[in-house]
């Protein structure tokens, strides 16, 4: 991988945090959930927002 500034390296954390953050928080709603299509359906993007970090660490290794 190229070198990547230090912009482009904080850029980078921000977003790994914002996806961690919304992970978490789909995760609770799902939780939170009485219904079990709507749990099904937070539970679906909890897992996509997880995958969206997961590829981002794995670029930056």
């Known amino acids: 991988?190229?070198?990547?500034?230090s912009k482009e390296l904080?850029?980078?954390?921000d977003i790994l945090s914002i996806e961690q953050n919304l992970t978490s928080k789909y995760n609770t709603y799902a939780n939170m959930c009485q219904d079990a299509q709507l749990k099904q359906k937070f539970?679906?993007?909890s897992e996509r927002h997880q995958q969206h970090?997961?590829?981002l660490v794995?670029?930056?290794h």
């Open 1 to 5: 991988m190229a070198n990547i500034s």
């Open 58 to 60: 794995t670029y930056l």
């Open 10 to 13: 904080s850029g980078l954390e």
């Open 43 to 45: 539970q679906a993007v």
């Open 53 to 55: 970090f997961n590829t």
